[in-house]
């Protein structure tokens, strides 16, 4: 079966709707969806940027919010702007690089995407982490092993790989050597 | 009839796709085409960049080409990489500015594309758009009124708006008061 590469990052935007309907899509192509949680902001460090480009550039980040608000809107995904951005997704990252294969790890992933940019809640909060844990049958003590040695090693291995292959953004998409970028690519 | 503001830049890389196809598109949709020439320079210049961003950031810059070029490819369009990026389209966006309402202005504002991203050649060349004249039969004489008072003032008018418009980037899509970044939107 063909696959595809879903690189993302839980602070980033457009990987909110992109989490959403990646399995969706992917399933209606026939194509498996491997998840790849990374960070942006050591990618985002070595341009120069300490924060977002959204926040850098302020007329790029008002079209942001206003056009994700009609991207969400015509897939008919709920969204609420943060009231904080980004908000700090390394806990997340980590877990989720640790349980990558686990067959619950889609739904928390979007669990906590929901969290962020649909009900405005703190994603770097464990309490948060373990209700979006909970909502996928698991035990909220899982987070503590996001601060596990294994955890912190696996999300930086994911992370250089993300700089090898060259990925500047997210959501990206991997298939074979074949890299896209951007929600609308999905 | 409604009606969509296109806003391009002879030099950006993505308005060479979407200036080839925005007419057929808005056809099917019942929409008419406003043809907005604008020059992105200043407006990179306001945020800090004294080049293309696609230069500054060569890893955003090999995608971008990798990308036009699958872009071009699945729309059937040519492509041939242009050996300097990006070209200076000043010349050219104050001629399209002064005969923005002509009626052979889209296929001259096509055909200019084409010079520069089918066929590898200098568009701030007054031969080059000498020859695109030429092929909407228009005096090759006109490109002599691109260095007018009036063109120029155009030219400045277009990009001051653009700025008012929030505009950050080409091509830029305005329907009312929303507005739309990328060929992708189209």
């Known amino acids: 079966m063909r696959q595809v590469e879903f690189w993302f990052d839980f602070a980033s935007t457009y990987s909110y709707p992109a989490a959403l309907r990646v399995e969706e899509v992917a399933y209606t192509a026939s194509v498996a969806v491997v998840w790849r949680p990374f960070l942006l902001g050591p990618i985002f460090k070595a341009q120069g940027w300490n924060d977002s480009p959204f926040n850098i550039y302020p007329t790029k980040g008002n079209y942001m919010w206003r056009d994700l608000e009609r991207v969400c809107e015509s897939l008919g995904i709920p969204f609420r ?106």
């Not at 959501?171 to 896209?180: D, K």
């Open 81 to 186: 702007k943060p009231t904080v951005f980004p908000r700090n997704g390394l806990l997340s990252a980590r877990l989720a690089c640790l349980f990558s294969e686990e067959i619950w790890l889609p739904e928390f992933v979007r669990q906590m995407f929901l969290a962020n940019f649909a009900h405005d809640r703190e994603i770097a909060d464990p309490a948060v982490i373990a209700s979006a844990l909970e909502a996928v049958r698991q035990p909220a003590s899982l987070v503590n092993s996001a601060r596990s040695p294994e955890a912190k090693a696996k999300l930086r291995t994911a992370t250089e790989r993300a700089v090898l292959l060259e990925i500047f953004g997210a959501p990206s998409f991997l298939v074979g050597s074949e890299l896209f970028w951007g929600n609308d690519r999905l």
